[in-house]
């Protein structure tokens, strides 16, 4: 099998041209197929191959990058409004989530201006708007945004008092929640201006007053004159100039210089007195150390001593915890080393003396004392559970030993009864074994039974013994005549087979008359079995060079999965792979079974990986065409049925470069693309008609407006108040005739 005839995929080829169209075929939505197009929008040489995979590429932070490093400024437009397509959320679905994310690292005025006038998802322009420095954007929103928690929080965002005043005068009658939120941030505008400017009068009167009280130099009150000013400095909160900050700094440094305090004089610590510990202390370090030691012990019995007559009648309850730890701990240190020992001994054995022993020290030493167990006591304690525990787990698995045996003993019985000898014998193999576990006194009484089922084996191998010789003598004289039978070698190895088989079924060949058969049948058969063997040695040679090619076979596809690059492999060469080594591998046959067995288990294997990826490529090509189908679905109830056209036109270019799915469903999905698009285009051919009334009626309507502030000009007899009045109402309705023409 030649693999190296399918050559690097077309998207490598020098030409760019050729790259060019390779690349449309790749969907954006495989991972492998997505990672060659990021591969080619920033290494390929060609400006035009890196440009039409910028425009197929679904990675916004590679988009990013390429809007500002790519040196090619055709590659640069693309990548921006690629960037802006899929960040706002336009033909591909893109997860929220992950566009949310990248909108908090993009800078760019333009980008956030486009998301937050045509984002898919309100928080997705929510976001965006949050983020919006455009005032001119801003204001567009707050006045023109048919979502209204949009239009509120763009004119939250608004700082400039005279875009608010323009947005205040467009919303005043038609939109009164966003005219109340900018009415709100001019008064908050106005009233900061007026804080500020009682700000700096307050730290400009503290900056003269600093200065005054330099010029002036040291004098009594001058120290507290000068904390006075900074303290009404520091209570002012709004922010301070820069001036006004530096002009304070050195105003205040100058101050410090004339009224620095004198050092204080340092005086000698107190030591503290040492006081005697109490009863209190005393329990406190007992609970947190209660090891037992002899030095210790007679520290605390004269400290107990010492205060024990003193002592108030609350710190009974102390004196007498502290007498039972002392009482437990001497009877501990009597018996500790006796303790050691046995918990040793019953690591050893947990025999019930050694448990006994340690049951007993523990109960004689007594530790009832409510502070904390020393450690060996404690360890004790848990070896002593620990004993238990094992001595439990061996008389379960005693008890789960002699369950066993019954069950076996009544299974020996019940064959013994069938007269099935070598399953018996078998049996009594097992139980013998499995009796010795037992301990002495359960085995004596099972070895009865086991002793009567012995020897009801031997009645049995007797009995078949002179049942199965004439048998057996049969079968010697049918193998000898078998040596000069003529007959073709693949029926002479057929009837020496069903010969053996038969007798296997006659029990063997326990006895010495059985052996002595035995040696004569299986001389006859090597007798006979002789004439096959050049037929046989041929067919192992022709079995020995179809294992070898299934060997190469095997290798050549172990080495094509480890260095195959699946995502650059298209469809039809996997297919035609597959179909070439399948082919090879049955042709390589016979072959011994028992050899090839583990070949197999590696080849199916390797043939279930590549069906694998062709699966996943046509499971990707199906993906892409369902995806390619919402979207033309999406697009027959867009607002604008001529901008849905043309992306319709777009998406039959993409159909038409994916390639095929299951052949079962590609029929199916293509009906389902062109009904969609057959909708799309029908929407346009309509929506043309209306725009036409639409744009004519608009057209009326904007020379209605003209003809009426033209009149309104002319009129000599109104009052200019009123006209102005009038003629801004007219502003702005016409203002609200759009879109108009360009050449009207």
């Known amino acids: 099998m030649v693999l190296t005839r399918f050559f690097r995929p077309k998207w490598q080829h020098p030409n760019p041209e050729v790259r060019r169209q390779a690349l449309i075929k790749l969907s954006w939505d495989n991972p492998d197929e997505h990672a060659v197009l990021c591969d080619l929008a920033v290494q390929d040489p060609a400006a035009e191959v890196r440009k039409a995979a910028v425009k197929r590429v679904s990675d916004l932070a590679l ?52 998301v937050a006038r045509r984002g898919r998802e309100p928080e997705l322009r929510l976001a ?80 003269e007053g600093l200065e005054q009280l330099a010029d002036g130099g040291w004098h009594e009150g001058a120290a507290a004159e000068r904390q006075r000013l900074e303290n009404r400095w520091q209570a002012v909160t709004v922010p301070a100039p820069a001036e006004l900050q530096q002009r304070y700094e050195a105003a205040l440094a100058r101050c410090r210089q004339l009224v620095a305090p004198p050092a204080p004089v340092a005086v000698p610590p107190v030591e503290p007195v040492a006081e005697a510990p109490t009863l209190d202390a005393l329990v406190a370090a007992l609970r ?74 523990i109960e004689t030493i007594g530790w009832h004392s409510e502070l904390p167990a020393p450690a060996l006591l404690a360890g ?8 238990r525990r094992r001595q439990e787990q061996l008389a379960e698995r005693q008890q789960r030993r002699q369950a066993e045996l019954r069950e076996l003993l009544s299974a020996l019985e019940a064959s013994l009864g069938a007269g099935q000898l070598k399953e018996s014998q078998r049996l009594l193999g097992k139980a013998q074994k499995l009796a010795e576990q037992l301990p002495g006194r359960e085995r004596e009484r099972l070895d009865r039974r086991l002793r009567r089922a012995a020897g009801r084996i031997r009645e049995l191998q007797d009995w078949r013994r002179f049942a199965t010789l004439p048998k057996q003598v049969e079968l010697c004289e049918q193998m000898e005549a078998l040596v000069d039978a003529d007959l073709p070698p693949p029926e002479l190895a057929a009837r020496i087979h069903r010969l053996q088989e038969e007798w296997k079924a006659t029990g063997g060949s326990a006895s010495p008359e059985g052996k002595q058969l035995w040696e004569r049948f299986h001389a006859a058969g090597e007798k006979a079995f002789d004439r096959c063997r050049g037929y046989f040695d041929e067919q192992a040679q022709r079995r020995e060079a179809n294992l070898q090619r299934r060997r190469e076979i095997l290798a050549q596809l172990e080495r094509f999965a480890a260095e195959a690059d699946w995502a650059k492999l298209e469809l039809q060469a996997l297919e035609a792979i597959r179909a070439q080594a399948r082919s090879e591998w049955q042709a390589a046959m016979p072959v011994d079974r028992r050899e090839s067995r583990p070949l197999e288990a590696r080849f199916e294997p390797l043939m279930e990986t590549i069906t694998g990826h062709i699966r996943n490529k046509q499971q990707a090509n199906r993906a892409r065409k369902e995806e390619l189908i919402r979207r033309a679905q999406a ?74 502030a033209e009149a309104l000009a002319a009129d000599q007899a109104i009052d200019l108040a009123e006209a102005r009045a009038k003629f801004a109402e007219l502003r702005e309705q016409f203002q609200a005739v759009r879109p108009l023409p360009r050449e009207r």
């Open 63 to 114: 988009l990013r990058r390429r809007l500002s490093e790519d040196g090619d400024a055709g590659v640069r437009e693309v990548a921006g409004a690629r960037y802006r397509q899929l960040l706002a959320g336009g033909t591909e679905t893109a997860d929220l989530q992950m566009r949310l994310e990248e909108l908090a690292q993009c800078t760019d005025s333009v980008v956030l201006g486009y």
């Open 288 to 361: 947190d150390n209660a090891e037992p030691d002899p030095a210790r012990l007679d520290e605390l019995h004269a400290a107990v001593a010492e205060v024990r007559e003193a002592a108030a009648e609350q710190q009974q309850q102390n004196i007498a915890l502290l007498d039972a730890y002392l009482a437990a701990a001497a009877r501990y240190l009597e018996h500790r080393q006796a303790l050691e020992e046995a918990i040793a001994a019953l690591e050893k054995t947990a025999d019930d003396a050694a448990i006994r022993r340690l049951q007993g020290l």
């Open 380 to 387: 004790a304690a848990s070896a002593l559970t620990d004993a």
């Open 128 to 207: 965006a708007i949050e983020r919006l420095q455009s005032s001119a954007v801003l204001e567009e929103i707050a006045v023109h945004e048919a979502v209204p928690k949009l239009r509120q929080a763009a004119a939250q965002r608004l700082t400039e008092p005279a875009a608010l005043e323009r947005v205040l005068r467009q919303t005043r009658e038609r939109d009164r929640k966003v005219a109340r939120i900018v009415r709100d941030a001019l008064e908050r505008l106005q009233q900061e201006q007026a804080a500020a400017e009682k700000a700096n009068a307050e730290r400009r009167a503290v900056c």
């Open 635 to 708: 697009l027959t109830t867009a607002e604008d049925p001529r901008a849905a056209a043309e992306e319709a036109k777009a998406l039959q270019a993409e159909w038409k470069a994916v390639g095929y799915a299951q052949p079962n469903v590609d029929r199916r999905l293509w009906r389902e693309f062109r009904s969609a698009c057959d909708v799309i285009f029908a929407r346009r051919d309509e929506a043309r008609g209306e725009a036409d009334q639409e744009r004519q009626a608009r057209i009326a309507e904007a020379e209605a407006l003209c003809a009426a």
